[in-house]
């Protein structure tokens, strides 16, 4: 019977899961993460087969297909996305009426839904979500550019998604070092299960609505800082602790305050985040020593004072810990970081939006009603009140 039928029969509905923790809602063959043991993989690759090394179109075409492209990067998705990251006039008058001055996280969830032109119907298909991930940096960077009343950078089809979204940001061909250790950020955070804003995106498909409103609700959810909204509050927490010396006093204040210490803790992992570790890696190629060994310090007074003054909660480094420190050393400005973070997952919103149309099922699940039990009666109007 089911928990409905039960329920209508007088048995009380199974206990609800206050946000959703340990619910399994589906099923998905895109991205495998196992918590306990601290494992990803994306379509059985382990992330460590694939950083350092594997293109991010590459990524793309195992996330969306399932299979690694035959060539190193595949040149065909390579040649799709390069020819759709000029933006149409239509959108870049879109961005161009964007306030200048605003958070560029909330100017791309507005460029993003911008996007929607009535052409992006049901269900989601390859081209657009191709249109989503080519469009996405070029909205994002000409904005930026804009706003701080520099000329928008055209995109150049010479150069790799990653390169070019950095080319597009400062005018130059980056330095290969930036670019490698940003291809590996953007391969790291391309996809993670069924986290907060897949959710919400395959919750909107699944009512039949389109991928660009998909999209934008994933973003929406994308921005908080117990998800993507993190790592700039990381680089935060660094530059108040300051020095490596003020570590330990910096963390008892903090926690003594109950705040929360950003980049530590995550709902599926209960040991080290595998993305923090190679991300750790990346950052010891390109950030600064002394940035590098203040953030090692506090990282490792950190975890010390989670697990004396947060026992049992298993509370250890997650991606978004290094994920700043990478961050800041390719040179991206802080209010940048959760945009960025975006940009690597839409791959992931892509292939999720695709599955999900594949076998779609409206998402509605129920809830566990703990109001007043029905009966009760309405207070008689008295007899001078004026009728509503
Ligand atoms: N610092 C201090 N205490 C923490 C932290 C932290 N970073 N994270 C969790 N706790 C504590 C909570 O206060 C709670 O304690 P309590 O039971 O005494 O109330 C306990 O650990 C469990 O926390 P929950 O919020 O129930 O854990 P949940 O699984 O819901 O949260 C989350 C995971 C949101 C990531 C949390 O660890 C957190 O807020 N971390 C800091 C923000 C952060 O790093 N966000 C990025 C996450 S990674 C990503 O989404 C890409």
Do not use: C
């Not at 179109?57 to 390069?82: C, D, K, M, N, T």
């Not at 020095?243 to 109950?258: C, D, G, S, Y």
């Not at 506090?298 to 250890?316: C, M």
């Not at 599955?355 to 008689?380: C, F, H, K, S, T």
């Amino acid at each position: 019977m089911s928990p409905r039928k039960l329920a209508r029969a007088g048995v009380p509905m199974s206990a609800s899961s206050r946000g959703l923790e340990g619910v399994v809602i589906g099923r998905s063959a895109i991205t495998l993460v196992e918590g306990e043991t601290g494992g990803l993989a994306y379509r059985g690759f382990r992330i460590a087969e694939l950083v350092p090394g594997a293109p991010y179109e590459s990524v793309i075409h195992l996330l969306l297909w399932g299979e690694p492209p035959s060539e190193q990067p595949p040149s065909r998705l390579s040649r799709e996305l390069a020819g759709r990251r000029s933006l149409p006039r239509r959108l870049e008058s879109l961005v161009d009426s964007v306030s200048p001055g605003l958070p560029p996280l909330e100017a791309l969830r507005t460029m993003i839904s911008a996007m929607g032109d009535g052409s992006f119907g049901y269900p989601p298909t390859v081209e657009q979500v191709f249109d989503l991930i080519a469009r996405t940096p070029t909205m994002l960077t000409r904005y930026v550019r804009r706003s701080a009343g520099e000329r928008a950078v055209a995109p150049r089809a010479d150069l790799g998604h990653v390169a070019n979204y950095l080319y597009m940001l400062e005018g130059v061909v980056p330095d290969p070092r930036k670019v490698r250790a940003l291809e590996g950020y953007f391969v790291l955070l391309a996809d993670h299960g069924m986290n907060a804003s897949t959710f919400a995106l395959r919750v909107v498909l699944s009512t039949n609505s389109d991928l660009v409103s998909a999209a934008t609700a994933g973003l929406a959810a994308l921005k908080g800082p117990l998800h993507g909204g993190a790592p700039a509050k990381v680089s935060d927490m660094l530059d108040g602790v300051g020095t490596p010396e003020n570590a330990e006093k910096w963390i008892a204040q903090a926690l003594a305050r109950k705040e929360r210490l950003m980049g530590f803790g995550h709902r599926a992992y209960k040991v080290e985040d595998p993305r923090a570790v190679i991300l750790k890696q990346i950052a010891g190629e390109v950030a600064d020593p002394a940035r590098l060994a203040l953030a090692e310090r506090v990282e490792s007074v950190a975890l010390d004072a989670l697990e004396r003054q947060r026992a049992g909660r298993r509370l250890y480094t997650n991606v978004e810990y290094y994920g700043a420190v990478v961050l800041e050393s390719v040179g991206l400005p802080r209010d940048l970081f959760t945009p960025t973070f975006a940009l690597a997952r839409t791959a992931g919103w892509g292939a999720h939006a695709l599955e999900q149309a594949a076998e779609n099922r409206l998402i509605r699940p129920d809830v566990e009603y703990v109001g007043p039990a029905p009966g009760r009666r309405w207070p008689e109007r008295s007899a001078g009140a004026p009728p509503h």
